[in-house]
């Protein structure tokens, strides 16, 4: 009797131990950013992610450890001699992950150390951000795609991810090289003098000329 009293408790402690392993059901809609054009040696938001989750079981969480961004271009040469590097950054514009190696020519995986945690009363958003090389091609059309539910990567695999799509990619963004140098003189003028004249000298230094100001 005493031997079934304790192998009774035994399994209640193992039972009352166990632990609760986090679950949800993450769904991912996307909301397409892309502007027209990228400068080089600049960065673009190409997509927002809206991060949703209804409760699984355990306490209905769902941490985000990583996400494999490829990247798509046309009209230039690879990927890593026009994109310098891919990130991903919160609700706030804050980086909180990013690689500069590609893992393919075309894919970058952006592992976020942190986690980024998200559960049915705080849904959130992430941008996906790319970092167009200073020497990128003129004209080349860049646009990224995340191409199935797994190149979501979360901390439990008893998490359902789910994009209603099968996959979310922006549209293209085209690349231009417009930078310059400005110069204002006189640098220095006499208060007691009107009609005083003032030259702003622009000065391109990228490929594509300034128009006007």
């Not at 809609?29 to 949703?52: I, Q, W």
């Not at 952006?110 to 020497?135: D, E, Q």
Request: zero cysteines; aromatic letters at 8%.
């Amino acid at each position: 009797m005493k031997l079934l009293q304790a192998l009774v408790s035994l399994i209640f402690v193992l039972l009352v131990s166990y632990p609760v392993f986090a679950s949800g059901n993450l769904t991912v809609l996307r909301s397409d950013t892309t502007p027209s054009f990228v400068n080089t040696n600049s960065s673009s938001v190409l997509l927002n992610l809206s991060l949703n989750v209804t409760p699984g079981t355990g306490d209905g969480t769902v941490n985000v450890t990583a996400v494999n961004v490829t990247i798509s271009l046309t009209f230039a040469g690879n990927v890593s001699g026009n994109i310098s590097a891919v990130e991903i950054r919160n609700g706030t514009g804050a980086s909180f992950g990013s690689n500069s190696t590609n893992v393919t020519d075309s894919k970058f995986h952006i592992s976020l150390p942190n986690g980024f945690f998200v559960n049915a009363t705080s849904n959130a958003t992430m941008s996906i951000v790319v970092n167009v090389s200073r020497t990128a091609t003129r004209y080349a059309n860049i646009s990224v795609n995340i191409t199935a539910n797994n190149e979501f990567r979360t901390a439990s695999s008893a998490n359902n991810m789910s994009i209603p799509s099968t996959y979310i990619n922006s549209t293209n963004v085209q690349v231009q090289d417009l930078h310059a140098n400005a110069n204002v003189t006189p640098r220095f003028v006499d208060t007691n003098v009107v009609n005083q004249t003032f030259i702003y000298t622009i000065t391109p230094t990228g490929t594509d000329g300034i128009r006007y100001v």
